[in-house]
């Protein structure tokens, strides 16, 4: 069966009653049709959601096959919720990008889902529209006044960093020429299109903790400078009152359900290779204030989404996460040892050894955050007993908790020992969450921080457009802003062809964009694109809807 076909043998309890398990009055929320609502912001209680438990969920370095960090998020809430512990679990809406293209949706799998995931995985509540929207505002306004002889701020075009975003994966739009047409149709110059999931808009969504401090965000996004070299912001433009207009209800949280019936909350959805890579803090505040735990996941491996999470939204909102835990799946281990993608259903214990360093660095990143890890392997028909013992031999010799996650299949009752693991931990006194670096630091050494201790990097280099940037930012004084490193997320490198845990390798910075109103700066290093393209054969080629409005096709 498809995740689909299962999720269609589930009879959704209506949202009001999920309302009701939250502890909302069904009265306050605001319905988008049965199964879905949003929740207004009254209803977070920071000092409620103090006393919450906060529990991250991260993974090894990705591989094509899979590692389900979503799916164990849910999983492991579901069984947490088993073991009499209040659950919620907050995610990251999914990006049609993804959805259309090759990795599919995110709404977990199997019997650890969110639900329901047809309306999740397309455009549920209208978000990611109106972060495009008011994303496209401010370039249109920007251009305007470009073109305007009686309200210009004499923008230099050739100073504009700021681009135009759709939510598909449309590689055409990477880099084009607008203002085309003649005098009326406004000054052409060279510009482009990002993902909306790398929109700053989205990541100022993501950070924001109410609408005043969403507006102050939105204000300061750089724009450019004039021709007498004088930055331009949002807030010059007097754009921020109507861009936040349009946000006004894409800030609060979607309230939903998992598979079992329990509350979800899913809000934003920033990639973590080009962004912060995790869900709102409006969101982990909601849950962290109706919940005795909460559950949320972060994109990718650890050394990119977890940082960020730890480093930035942490750091941000003033949160400190109580364990981590760490997903793998032997397919994965076998993929980082070496093994071909045809071969990875084969029991191959040398290969699956060798794959274990890259688990062994992902460890030892997250101790860098003094924050105790559990290794969750999330099971697959093909794992052998001998190749879950060799991952549960290494843990062993490390001290390191572990369990083994049957949630695809079972859901909550495959993830009881998981949920047990989190609980012994949570109820430990060694987890002191601390981040990997001070803010005030100078932007090189936020950088190669990053790259040194949890890359595993030798050496960071940076071009002379990185040098250049370097230089602009101290020019505007925001050196004192957290770093957000866009990079692959195949490899602990920048290359993503080294699988495993390369060493000796050196770190290329070749640019630096400035999101001042999300509050963090963002090298970008290796190859890394702000607008992903499509595969040969992208997955809406098998994506349809029949004569009774049902989808089919949808993983």
């Not at 509540?125 to 972060?131: E, Q």
């Not at 400190?320 to 071909?340: C, E, S, W």
Request: with cysteine; hydrophobic share 40%; charged share 20%.
């Amino acid at each position: 069966m498809t995740d689909l076909d299962i999720a269609k043998t589930v009879t959704l309890k209506p949202i009001t009653q999920i309302s009701e398990m939250f502890g909302i009055n069904p009265d306050d929320i605001e319905m988008y049709g049965k199964y879905k609502a949003k929740i207004p912001l009254q209803y977070i209680n920071k000092e409620k959601a103090q006393k919450s438990n906060l529990i991250l969920v991260s993974a090894i370095s990705p591989t094509p096959a899979g590692e389900g960090k979503t799916t164990m998020s849910i999983g492991l809430s579901e069984g947490l919720n088993r073991l009499n512990k209040k659950t919620t679990v907050v995610l990251r809406e999914p990006s049609l990008g993804p959805v259309f293209g090759i990795k599919g949706g995110a709404t977990g799998g199997g019997y650890s889902q969110v639900l329901p995931m047809e309306d999740i995985n397309l455009h549920f509540t209208g978000d990611f529209s109106a972060i495009e929207k008011a994303h496209n505002l401010l370039a249109a306004i920007i251009d305007n006044n470009i073109q305007s002889k009686t309200n210009s701020l004499q923008l230099d075009p050739r100073t504009i960093s700021w681009k135009r975003v759709v939510d598909l994966n449309d590689r055409a739009l990477r880099r084009v020429i607008v203002g085309l047409g003649g005098t009326t149709s406004g000054i052409p110059r060279e510009t482009g299109f990002d993902i909306t999931a790398a929109s700053e808009i989205m990541a100022i969504l993501c950070l924001a903790q109410n609408i005043t401090d969403l507006k102050t965000r939105l204000g300061k996004i750089f724009i450019g400078y004039t021709f007498n070299k004088q930055p331009i912001y949002a807030k010059d433009l007097k754009a921020e009152g109507a861009m936040a207009a349009l946000l006004k209800d894409a800030i609060k949280p979607n309230l939903v359900q998992t598979i079992e019936g329990n509350p979800a909350i899913i809000h934003g959805g920033p990639f973590a290779n080009i962004a912060q890579g995790t869900n709102s803090v409006i969101a982990t505040l909601m849950g962290m204030s109706h919940s005795e735990y909460t559950v949320t996941e972060a994109g990718f491996g650890f050394d990119l989404g977890a940082e960020k999470f730890f480093d930035i939204k942490c750091q941000s909102a003033g949160l400190k996460p109580k364990a981590v835990v760490l997903t793998t799946t032997i397919r994965a281990l076998k993929y980082h040892g070496g093994a071909d993608l045809k071969s990875l259903t084969e029991e191959n214990i040398e290969v699956l050894k060798n794959g274990l360093p890259n688990l062994e660095k992902h460890l030892e990143n997250i101790a860098k955050f003094n924050v105790i890890p559990v290794i969750a392997i999330n099971k697959f028909s093909s794992d052998t007993q001998a190749e879950i013992d060799v991952i549960k031999t290494f843990a062993a010799a490390k001290q390191i908790k572990i369990a083994v996650a049957d949630i695809w299949a079972k859901g909550g009752e495959g993830a009881l020992d998981l949920a047990q693991q989190v609980i012994d931990v949570v109820e430990s006194p060694h987890s002191d969450f601390k981040p990997l670096y001070n803010w005030k630091s100078p932007v090189k050494t936020k950088i190669e921080t990053i790259a040194k201790e949890i890359y595993g990097a030798e050496h960071v280099d940076y071009t002379a457009k990185a040098k250049s940037h370097l230089q602009k930012i101290s020019d505007l004084k925001l050196d004192h802003l957290p770093v957000c490193i866009a990079k692959t997320q195949k490899s602990l490198s920048d290359n993503p062809k080294l699988l495993g845990r390369p060493k000796d390798f050196i770190i290329t910075v070749r640019e630096i964009e400035i999101a001042a109103g999300a509050g963090f700066l963002i090298p970008i290093t290796g190859d890394i694109m702000r607008m992903p393209g499509l595969p040969a054969h992208p997955a809406s080629e098998h994506i349809d809807i029949n004569d009774n409005g049902e989808i089919s096709g949808l993983f």
